[in-house]
T-cell receptor, first 112, second 115 residues
């Protein structure tokens, strides 16, 4: 059974600091890994999708790495801004079917 | 950018009532899903739907739940007799292919409150 864990559960950083959010998963037989952003009471916005053959994916200030063999992904957010305050979720499709398993999220607060 | 649209954004219902949550997936996507998130918990898979039938469902998706694609654009989740514990945010999602190789697109959710 695929278990997805995200550490830290919550963090607060001053504006301008870089953020490092970690996601680990127990079953490395994944097609891809997707990072989402969730604002309080809102939907899931896709940030980055990394295919299993890729090592990293970048979009603006966001960079996500994937180490499939060790079951880990890291989301880096450079030069954080107050608008980055949100919960960040990682999700992987379960092997053999197409349901997603989610972590509980990294809740981020960027202090102005 | 194509979107998954969900209505209503918030629904309050009395325990025992039936509710229907509606979704319009992205038009060229073939796989449709419902997930839910109880406050403070992980997002959980409920059901996937392809070619007008359920392709997979979780343990949560019992006989109280049903899904339907009544026409070419809508995808609905029905809860027949709501319970307090059904209170959650319900997300619809769609993907173009089985493995979600291009990723999954989620809607903005329907917050269901059962009183």
């Amino acid at each position: 059974k695929q278990e997805v864990t995200q550490i830290p559960a919550a963090l607060s950083v001053p504006e301008g600091e870089n953020l490092v959010l970690n996601c680990s998963f127990t079953d490395s037989a994944i097609y891809n890994l997707q990072w989402f952003r969730q604002d309080p009471g809102k939907g899931l916005t896709s940030l980055l999708l990394i295919q299993s053959s890729q090592r990293e994916q970048t979009s603006g200030r966001l960079n996500a790495s994937l180490d499939k063999s060790s079951g880990r992904s890291t989301l880096y957010i450079a030069a954080s801004q107050p608008g980055d305050s949100a919960t960040y979720l990682c999700a992987v499709p379960l092997g053999g079917n197409n349901r997603l398993a989610f972590g509980k999220g990294n809740q981020v607060v960027v202090i102005p | 950018e194509p979107e998954v649209t969900q209505t209503p954004s918030h629904q309050v219902t009395q325990m025992g009532q039936e509710v229907i949550l509606r979704c319009v997936p992205i038009s060229n996507h073939l796989y449709f899903y419902w997930y839910r998130q109880i406050l403070g918990q992980k997002v959980e898979f409920l059901v996937s739907f392809y070619n007008n039938e359920i392709s997979e469902k979780s343990e949560i998706f019992d006989d109280q739940f049903s899904v339907e694609r009544p026409d070419g654009s809508n995808f609905t989740l029905k809860i027949r007799s709501t319970k307090l514990e059904d209170s959650a945010m319900y997300f619809c999602a769609s993907s173009e292919v089985f493995t979600g190789v291009d990723g999954y697109t989620f809607g903005s959710g329907t917050r269901l409150t059962v009183v």
